[in-house]
C-alpha cells in the first residue's frame, strides 16, 4: 500500500495540472471572444449596415450627412427622433452611396431627394458630418450658458472659413514653405473642433413647429456671410472678376435650373451655407426630374467641385423656393434665434446678435 501512495498522488497532481491548464484557456477564451464582441459592436456603431439606418428612429426627421472617410458620425445614432442618411465619397462599406465626388455636399443632398422623393420624411435635415463645427450657430450648450459667457470669448460667425461670398477668391496654390506651416495648422485646428458648437445639441434644440410653416429654413440665424446681398448676376464688374462662379454666375444659374435669362434674380442673398431643413411639400414643389437636372448639371459641368459646391451654397433658398421676387431670403436675427433655438431673452440674445 505504501509503493502505492506516490502513484495515487502522481495521477491526483496530473489532473489538478489538467483541470487548472483548462480553466486558464477557458478564461482566455472567454477574454477573446468579449473583444472580438466589442470590437463587432463598436464597428457596427460607426459603420452601420445600409439596410439598418432607419432602427429605432422616427421617419418623420430625417437627417442627411454627406462625410469623408476621416470623419465619425457615430453621433446621429445618438438621437432618438431623427433617422440618419449617411452618404460618403469614399465608397465606404456600410453607408449609402453618390454617383461621384462632386459639388461637395451638394452632391449627397441632390443624390437623398432622388431617390427617396416617393418616402421623403416630414422634415429632412441636411447638414455636414462634424459632430462639432463653425457652421452650428448655436455656441452654448444652455441658457445659463448664454447668460454667464462674455461675447468676446465667441468665435467670430467667419473663423476658419475662406470669405468666399464677400471677396469672390478661389483657392491658389500655396508656396512649399505655407503649405507645411499650413499642415502644422491642421493639428491645432483639430483641438480647436472639439470647442466648436455641436450638432447634436443644435438638433436636441431646433424647434420644429417653425420648420413646418417655413418650408425652408437655413439652420443659421447670423447674416454674415451672405446676407443682405451676396450677388448682382448682372453687375458688369463681375466680368471682370477672377472667380468662374462670379464671372459666369447668370449664366450658371441659367443652366441649373434651366431658365431664361428673364427668371434669373436681380440680386441674390441668403443665409449661408449648407445645413438647413425642409419639408416634404416644399421639396415636392419640384419634380423629381428637376433635382435630376440638378445632378447631372453637377456632374457634368467644367466647374470643379469646390466651385459647384459653392454655387449650390449661395442658392438653396431659390431651389426649395425660399425667398422673395429679387432672391433675397435674410430672415430677422433675433426672431430666427428666438423661433428656432429658444434664445428669446435680451440677454442670451446680447451675446449673438450685434445691432451696432
Not at 502513484?7 to 495540472?17: E, G, K, P, S
Amino acid at each position: 500500500m505504501p509503493a502505492g501512495l506516490p502513484v495515487r498522488a502522481l495521477v491526483l497532481r496530473t489532473w489538478c495540472a489538467i483541470l487548472l491548464c483548462l480553466g486558464l484557456l477557458g478564461l482566455v477564451f472567454h477574454r477573446l471572444l468579449r473583444d472580438d464582441l466589442t470590437l463587432v459592436i463598436d464597428h457596427m456603431d460607426k459603420h452601420p449596415d445600409n439596410h439598418n439606418h432607419n432602427h429605432n428612429h422616427n421617419h418623420n426627421h430625417a437627417l442627411v450627412l454627406a462625410k469623408t472617410r476621416a470623419e465619425d458620425t457615430s453621433w446621429a445614432y445618438t438621437l432618438p427622433h431623427w433617422t440618419p442618411y449617411i452618404y460618403t465619397t469614399d465608397h465606404e462599406p456600410g453607408y449609402l452611396p453618390i454617383p461621384a465626388n462632386k459639388a461637395r455636399e451638394a452632391m449627397a443632398y441632390l443624390t437623398h431627394i432622388i431617390e427617396h422623393y416617393d418616402d421623403l420624411a416630414d422634415l429632412t435635415a441636411f447638414m455636414h458630418a462634424g459632430e462639432r463645427q463653425w457652421h452650428n450657430d448655436l455656441p452654448f450648450s444652455s441658457s445659463s450658458e448664454a447668460e454667464s459667457t462674455h461675447h468676446s470669448s465667441l468665435p467670430a460667425p467667419t473663423d476658419r472659413r475662406m470669405d468666399f461670398h464677400r471677396e469672390g477668391n478661389m483657392p491658389m496654390p500655396m508656396p512649399m514653405p505655407i503649405a507645411i506651416a499650413k499642415g502644422k495648422e491642421k493639428e491645432k485646428e483639430k483641438e480647436k473642433e472639439k470647442e466648436e458648437p455641436s450638432t447634436p445639441h443644435l438638433l436636441t434644440t431646433l424647434h420644429t413647429p417653425p420648420l413646418h410653416k417655413a418650408g425652408y429654413t437655413n439652420l443659421r440665424c447670423t447674416h454674415t456671410p451672405g446676407c443682405p446681398l451676396s450677388i448682382r448676376p448682372f453687375d458688369p464688374a463681375l466680368t471682370k472678376n477672377h472667380n468662374p462662379v462670379y464671372r459666369n454666375f447668370s449664366s450658371l444659374y441659367m443652366d441649373l435650373f434651366g431658365v431664361g435669362r428673364d427668371q434669373v434674380p436681380r440680386e441674390i442673398g441668403g443665409v449661408c451655407c449648407g445645413q438647413f431643413v425642409v419639408s416634404r411639400e416644399r421639396i415636392r414643389a419640384r419634380s423629381r426630374e428637376e433635382y435630376l437636372h440638378m445632378r447631372e448639371w453637377a456632374l457634368g459641368c467644367e466647374l470643379d467641385g469646390f466651385a459647384v459646391g459653392s454655387l449650390f451654397e449661395m442658392v438653396w433658398h431659390l431651389v426649395f423656393g425660399g425667398g422673395d421676387n429679387m432672391g433675397i431670403l435674410c430672415p430677422n436675427v433675433r426672431q430666427c434665434y428666438c423661433d428656432l433655438y429658444g434664445l428669446c431673452d435680451g440677454r442670451q440674445l446680447a451675446f449673438l446678435v450685434d445691432d451696432s
